[in-house]
């Protein structure tokens, strides 16, 4: 895991993408930074660009930002206040560079919520409570995104059309497939979604009626034609811009498996993304390796990667990570093999704990019932992982890890 979380270490990632630039191609420029591992890429901009930094803004969860730039601290899962600041300052930053200077946007996960600008009609009330119900009803970061690009005025390529100048935009993904329009919801690309998908969307999660009348009315507005969609494929206004994607899941998994050959597993990468409901995902994953490792050597190690999901039914304590282990170990009691699995975001961070995720083993629910824990059935119902894992030691904690490329999950066989 940890081997993982190193291959994808922002700053680093940066500064390669920096050095491959062509010599010479070095004006003023301005830096707008925004994600988990918005203050690592920034700092690394700045060491690059040393006196031709003029300033800018980072927007990230501790608000920590090198000089010249202004940090700001936004608000995740949910936006806040300072991720409202956030944005209406990144798109300030973004009008104010000239014709013949650069911006450079550096762009990671959660950027999403961390910069916010939401469209005038609604207030930010109004899109956290709409971002509450389609996380609460699973949606997936496809759909989620979708939306928050229709009620946004900085989401689904508006920050590069208030540009005047040169942009390059770097980007960390944490979205399965890498759809640059989709992470952090596509601030710097065209944005290939319609105002008539975002209502699909409301529909398809929860019903209209269970979001605010503000959002509702803005979404029908735009599908009638009445407010102004965003930005299309083949808008000039992006001809200035470059995005480029320089990190994900892939590279990840790729350095978790070095680590595993390194140790003397026979290691093998599953290039299909874990995604879907959690609890259901964490043993289809057990399933799949059963499947792949009699045709491996033992010691035998599978990597994967993903993000899935978790509808929140009960109040308690846990995360999508814990969720997916917890359900993995239902599946693996059941086998004679002596496995294990493990899955933790890349960011450090799972749900509102202070763990990264968990890993169980074959052991792990005789263990629950010797310590007199409920039944796992009974604590995915309640959305309450944490609170299982934790008295047993089974949590990963890393720390925000100042990056972010989703979930990652490893499977070993002795």
């Known amino acids: 895991m940890q081997a993982g979380i190193r291959a994808v270490d922002a700053g680093r990632l940066v500064r390669d993408a920096l050095a491959a630039r062509e010599p010479g191609d070095h004006p003023p420029f301005w ?25 800018g803004v980072v927007i990230s969860p501790d608000g920590d930002a090198p000089a010249p730039l202004h940090g700001i601290r936004g608000e995740h899962p949910q936006p806040g206040r300072g991720s409202e600041e956030g944005g209406r300052r990144a798109l300030a930053v973004a009008a104010a560079v000239p014709h013949d200077a650069e911006l450079l946007t550096l762009i990671s996960g959660g950027a999403s919520s961390l910069m916010a600008a939401p469209v005038d009609d609604i207030t930010l009330h109004d899109k956290r409570e709409a971002t509450g119900v389609l996380l609460r009803s699973g949606a997936d970061i496809y759909a989620l995104n979708t939306v928050r690009k229709h009620l946004s005025a900085i989401k689904g390529g508006r920050l590069a059309t208030a540009c005047r100048g040169r942009h390059h935009a770097y980007v960390l993904s944490d979205v399965v497939g890498d759809d640059l329009s989709v992470i952090a919801s596509g601030p710097t690309v065209p944005d290939p979604s319609t105002f008539g998908d975002a209502l699909f969307i409301l529909d398809r999660f929860g019903g209209r009626h269970a ?11 735009g599908a009638s034609g009445d407010r102004p969609e965003s930005p299309k494929p083949g808008d000039p206004r992006f ?6 994607l320089i990190g994900s899941r892939v590279h990840a998994m790729r350095g978790a498996a070095d680590e595993a050959r390194r140790l003397g597993y026979d290691v093998r990468i599953v290039d ?20 792949l490792v009699p045709a491996m050597r033992r010691p035998s190690c599978i990597v994967a990667s993903g993000e899935t999901t978790v509808r929140v039914i009960g109040r308690g304590s846990g995360g999508r990570n814990q969720e997916f282990a917890l359900a993995a170990a239902e599946t693996l009691a059941r086998t004679l093999s002596p496995a294990a699995v493990a899955s933790a975001g890349t960011d450090g961070v799972d749900g509102p704990t202070d763990a990264a995720g968990a890993f169980v083993d074959g052991r792990t629910v005789q263990r629950g019932a010797a310590a007199g824990l409920p039944s796992i059935d009974r604590v995915l119902a309640a959305n ?19 990056t972010n490329v989703g979930d990652l999950q490893v499977f070993l066989l002795a």
Do not use: H, N
């Open 272 to 291: 299909d993304a874990v995604v879907g409901e959690a609890r259901l995902a964490g043993p289809a994953f057990v399933e799949r390796c059963l499947t």
């Open 211 to 221: 979001y605010p009348d503000a959002v509702v009315s803005y979404l029908v507005a």
């Open 384 to 402: 309450d992982a944490y609170y299982y894992l934790q008295p047993l030691g089974l949590l990963i904690r890393t720390g925000p890890t100042g």
């Open 31 to 55: 830096v707008i930074a925004a994600g988990k591992a918005a203050s690592a890429m920034a700092r690394a901009a700045v060491e690059w660009g040393g006196a031709r930094v003029r300033g």
């Open 239 to 244: 001809a200035s811009t470059r995005t480029i």
